[in-house]
Every structure is written in C-alpha cells, then in structure tokens.
C-alpha cells in the first residue's frame, strides 16, 4: 500500500471534506508531534530519569509520575506559540493555560490527559495520551474556562496516541476515525487504517471487577449475564479484558470490538463516576461514535452532556453498539 503520511492525510482531508482548516491541520500536526516526543520519554524508561513519583499532587488529587508532569509541560510547549491556540486544559493543571500575550491567540482550544494509565507507566504497560479540540464560540479576545463548558458534541477533533507494542496516533475529525503507526526509523505518522468500524457485537467486556459489589442494580445486572454465559439470558459465553489504561482497552475495542464500563460506584457516592468528561469520556466517545459504536454514561449520549465543571467525572459505558444499548436500557428499566 502507498504509504500516505499524517500531513498528506489531513491536506486530503481538507481538499475533500473541507474539515481540516490550516490552523486544525497545523494543532493536529503540532499534536502529533509532541506525542512522538513523549514516547521517546516512555521508551527510556529506567535508562531515563523519567519512571516514579514527581512528589507532587494534581488537581484530582492524585500523586503525579515524573511521566506526567513532563507530558503535560511538553504538549503546552509545543503549542502555545503556533497562533492556532487561545488557551490549553488538562488533568495535571488546576486551571486553563491561557496562551501567553508574547504569542498571538487562535479560535481552538485544546484538552488534554497528557498520560494517562498513569498506574502502568512503572510496570511497563500501554499507556498513552488523550486530547480532545474545541472552537472558541464568540470572537470577544480573552478566554476563559466558562468557554470550554462545551458538549463533546461540539468537539472539531479528538484523537489519543497509544505507547504500546506500536505507537499509535488515533483521530478523527468528524469523518471517521484514521490509525497512524509511528515509523521510528523515519520519525513520521504512517496511515494504517482508515474508517474503523466497531463490530455491533462483541464477547467481550472490560471492567474492573473488583468493585463488584459496589455496583449498582443494573451494572450487576448486565455483568452477571455476561458471566452467566450460554446457559444463562445472553446465550453466549463472553471474555474479559481490563488493561486498567482506557487508552489501551478502547483502542482494543476499536480494533476488534467490545463494551467498556467505568460505571458510578458506592465508593464515592457523590462522584458520578472516576473518568473525567472533558479529556477522557467526550474525546473516547466522539472516536467511538465515529467508528460506529455508542457511549453513554448509562443514561444519556456522552457527547450532549453539558459540562458544568473543567474537571468532572462521570459514569462510561461506549462500544459496541447493542451492548451498550443493552447496558443503557437496564438503566432505564
Ligand atoms: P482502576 C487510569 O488511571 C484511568 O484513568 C483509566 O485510564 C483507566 O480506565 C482507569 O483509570 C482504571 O481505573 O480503578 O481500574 O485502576
């Protein structure tokens, strides 16, 4: 197959579709490369000061790697002064990185987890970065977090790039998801898949079973059908995986199939869930959706949530689509 570059996709894309204006292609270009460079840290592992704790907390409250202050500060490095930027958002920061004055300020804005699996990142297992783009609605100067309250319905792009066995870039731009692999000997984003689709059906499933019994009714309910396997309501044995990376298990579910399921616990009643919307749930479910699966948080559509706050959390089931409906109705029942 000819190879087709990140850069000639996206200049088809646009000569095509129209989808792609310079300053996206440029964000995703810019993107794209601050992931290569993260991956060259990943890859060092022991043989770089990179693995273990930074001694530091972030907004989550979470205990920071060394891996994860240094992805988010490359991905704010490497595009706050392309002009295509008015401001940045990610797990590690409280607030928003407003593009600085010295630099001129675009129409998107940028979301990002900058590694996220952060528990496997010491044990050398898939990791990867997450971002999601948003248009900055009003041309008034200035920005501010009330402008990325958005649904992810309105995402211009959204795309991860897995540090696994391969190194994968995954985009879409609202006309199908596209699969890059990372040629190291070259340095460059080579096509290797264009318009995934997620099988409607699946065997298997990806939780984290050992919060079993803090689940609730309905969670129980489609789980224990799964287990119950041929003999039981399904009719068919199911499988299940959980790489405890979400990058990791959806890009399996991309690649073959299956339902994902980070639902509401008791452990913290008050959380909707641990996932966050804006740069893990909304980017994860426009490429599902794109690639013909759904995502809901168990009652409603991922992307027409509207998000009230930067940093909220909530409840994820996206896959397969009869699956998740399945999961979804029994909410509802
Ligand atoms: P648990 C990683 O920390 C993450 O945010 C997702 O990537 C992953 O799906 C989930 O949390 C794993 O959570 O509770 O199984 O460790």
Request: hydrophobic share 40%; charged share 25%.
């Amino acid at each position: 197959m000819k190879r087709v570059s990140l850069t000639q996709y996206l200049v088809e894309q646009q000569r095509e579709h129209g989808r792609i204006p310079p300053e996206l292609r440029l964000l995703i270009e810019v993107v794209a490369r601050a992931c290569k460079h993260i991956a060259i840290a990943v890859n060092k592992g022991a043989l770089g000061d990179v693995l273990g704790s930074a001694h530091s907390e972030n907004v989550q409250g979470e205990i920071q790697k060394k891996l994860d202050v240094i992805s988010n500060e490359v991905l704010i490095e490497a595009n706050e002064w392309g002009g295509h930027l008015a401001a940045m958002a990610s797990e590690e920061m409280d607030s928003i990185h407003v593009v600085p004055n010295r630099y001129p300020q675009g129409e998107y804005m940028l979301l990002f987890d900058p590694l996220d699996g952060s528990s496997n990142i010491d044990v050398n297992v898939s990791i990867g970065t997450i971002f999601s783009v948003l248009r900055k609605i009003g041309h008034a100067r200035g920005v501010s977090e009330e402008d990325f309250l958005q649904p992810g319905k309105q995402q211009a792009a959204a795309g991860y790039c897995v540090y696994g066995p391969q190194t994968m870039l995954v985009l879409t731009v609202g006309n199908g998801v596209a699969m890059f692999t990372l040629d190291r000997e070259t340095g460059s984003w080579v096509l290797t898949q264009q318009d995934v689709r997620i099988p409607e059906d699946t065997k298997e499933f990806a939780i984290n079973m050992s919060n079993l019994r803090h689940w609730a009714p309905p969670v129980k309910r489609y789980i224990d059908e799964c287990l119950a396997g041929k003999t039981g309501p399904r009719g068919k044995d199911f499988n299940m995986r959980w790489v405890a990376s979400m990058v990791a298990d959806v890009h399996r579910i991309l690649m073959r199939g299956g339902v994902f399921l980070y639902p509401w616990d008791q452990r913290e009643p008050e959380k909707p869930g641990k996932l966050r919307l804006m740069y893990e749930a909304n980017p994860m479910a426009f490429l599902v959706e794109q690639a013909g699966g759904l995502a809901t948080n168990g009652r409603e559509r991922i992307l027409d949530i509207v998000p009230t706050r930067l940093h909220e959390r909530v409840s994820v089931i996206l896959g397969s689509k009869n699956e998740v409906e399945t999961a979804t109705r029994y909410h509802a029942e």
